[in-house]
C-alpha cells in the first residue's frame, strides 16, 4: 500500500471551476507540502503544513488555498480555476525527528488540464 | 538566479559508461542536501541523501562541497534502468528547493 496518496490521479476541468486536490499519508508524519511541477521549471512549493494549526506560503500560493483537516490529510484548492494552473501537482510528507534531514517522501501526483 | 541549478541535459551514455552530474545551490544556510529520482511522468523517489563526508550506495557516489555550493552524483556501470531524470535538491530544517533535473538516457 502506498504511503502517500493523493485523489484524483487526472482532471481535466474547465475555467473558472473550483478544484480540490487531497492528500492522505499514513506514514504518521506532522509535515505536509504541496507542489507543481511544469516542464523546465522544476518542483515549486505551493503551501507547507507543520502540524494541524499550521500553514505557511510557499514560493507560488497565489491561487491556491490549504486546508490541513488532520494529521494524515492535507487538501489543495484552487478556488476558480485558470489554464496556467494545468500542471502535475505532488504532495509530499516529510519527519520531524529528523529535521535536519528533511528528506520528502511523495505521493504519485495529480495531473490537472484547465481548459 | 535559481536557488538551486542543474544542467538540463540529456546525458546519453552507453550501458556501462561512469556519468556525473553537477548542481549548485545558492543559499548558504542550507543544511540538508539529498539527489531525487524521477521517471517520466511519476514522482521524485528519494536516490540518496549527500553529506559532508560524501556517501556512497553501491554504484552511485555523493559529494558536497560547501565550500563551492555544489553537489555532484556519480553514476559507475551504468544501467539501462538508470534511464531517468535526477533531481538535486537543498534545504533548511523547514522545506527543499528542487532543480529543474538533469535528464539521463543509458543506451545499449
Known amino acids: 500500500d502506498a504511503d502517500v496518496t493523493q485523489t484524483p490521479r487526472n482532471r481535466i476541468t474547465k475555467t473558472g471551476k473550483r478544484i480540490m486536490l487531497e492528500c492522505s499519508q499514513t506514514?504518521?508524519?506532522?509535515?505536509m507540502y504541496w507542489y507543481r511541477q511544469d516542464p523546465g521549471l522544476g518542483l515549486r512549493l505551493i503551501y507547507y503544513?507543520?502540524?494541524?494549526?499550521?500553514?505557511n506560503k510557499g514560493e507560488i500560493s497565489d491561487g491556491y488555498s490549504v486546508s490541513r483537516q488532520a494529521q494524515a490529510k492535507f487538501s489543495l484548492s484552487l478556488e476558480s480555476a485558470i489554464p496556467n494552473q494545468t500542471a502535475l501537482y505532488f504532495c509530499a510528507t516529510s519527519d520531524p525527528d529528523r529535521v535536519r534531514n528533511n528528506e520528502q517522501f511523495f505521493g504519485p501526483g495529480t495531473r490537472l488540464t484547465v481548459l | 538566479r535559481k536557488e538551486v541549478e542543474q544542467d538540463p541535459g540529456p546525458f546519453n551514455v552507453p550501458e556501462g559508461a561512469t556519468v556525473a552530474f553537477n548542481c549548485t545551490y545558492s543559499?548558504?544556510?542550507?543544511?540538508?542536501f539529498f539527489w531525487y529520482r524521477q521517471d517520466c511522468r511519476k514522482e521524485p523517489k528519494l536516490l540518496m541523501s549527500?553529506?559532508?563526508s560524501g556517501n556512497e550506495d553501491g554504484r552511485f557516489t555523493a559529494q558536497l562541497n560547501r565550500a563551492s555550493q555544489y553537489i555532484s552524483l556519480l553514476i559507475r556501470d551504468s544501467k539501462l534502468s538508470d534511464s531517468a531524470t535526477y533531481l538535486c535538491?537543498?534545504?533548511?530544517?523547514?522545506?527543499?528547493?528542487f532543480g529543474t533535473g538533469t535528464r539521463l538516457q543509458v543506451t545499449l
Open positions: 543559499n548558504s544556510a542550507s543544511q540538508s
Open positions: 549527500v553529506y559532508s
Open positions: 503544513s507543520f502540524d494541524v494549526k499550521d500553514i
Open positions: 535538491s537543498s534545504g533548511t530544517a523547514s522545506k527543499l528547493t
Open positions: 506514514k504518521g508524519h506532522d509535515r
